[in-house]
């Protein structure tokens, strides 16, 4: 049995955006050397620039399947007990965390940080890492939630860093309220971050999977965002709000109540360097 698991896992048909292929092979080379745990890349489809059918509502579906399913058999050959994950996009938890959940059944639970909550369907959105959580909770996207044996409960989920505004779409602030999904906003985790502690507790929740999306952080604290594309002007999606120090004050304070099994970085988009290579492909000296 691997104790911890590296995934490099370099998706990013779900964000139909080739950038999060670079960011996840760089969180992985930045990431602490540690020569105990086991490196392994999930193989993942680099046709960059060739156009994906939309299958089902979902943009790629038949090949984010593929490769969902060949994350799903290295967790299931390596039997780890700890999983790192290097992202790609959001999508990237799905494998993972539904295996760390059949582990350790309902002891585990999920603390999503993000400013999206990542409940949507086939019927807002093409894109599945807007999908994933629903895909874990058993619904989202019906062919790629079927993937996952073990879903979880909407109480087993907390988010920390949402942001609730009127960028965020009416199905989303609907499902939220309707099922009662517990989040802090950036503002309410100023103050009142004790309430994931209680809700640690509360469950019993001995064991947690972190789900970390750069995007909850705000651009003036960190560049390599999704919507600090270089000349792209204002986006009409909610961004992000918290600093990189207090996501780890966070992450911290969690460990202290529970033992992080899980731990997902997503949507990393270092777009200085995804330029740069773009302007060496094209000098001749280098072909």
Known sequence: MTKTLRLTFPEWQGGINPIYYLGSQILRAIAPVNAKHLDVEVPVRTDFTQEQAIENGVYAGKVLAEQQSSAKSILKIHQPEKVIVFGGDCSVSQAPFDYLHGKY???LGILWVDTHPDISTPNQFPNEHAMVLGNLLGEGAPELAALVENPFQKKQVFYAGLVVNEKMSAYEKDYL???QLAYLTPQELEERANEIVDWIEKNNFKYLAVHFDLDVLTSQDFYSLLYNKPYQGEVPFTTGEL????????????????????????????????NLQKFMQDLEIFS
């Open 105 to 107: 059944k309902e002891q």
């Open 177 to 179: 309220a309707k099922h």
């Open 243 to 274: 600093k990189l120090q207090q996501v780890l004050t966070l992450l911290k304070l969690v460990e202290k109540h529970s033992q992080v099994v899980g731990l997902t970085f997503a949507e990393y988009t270092p777009w200085d360097m995804h």
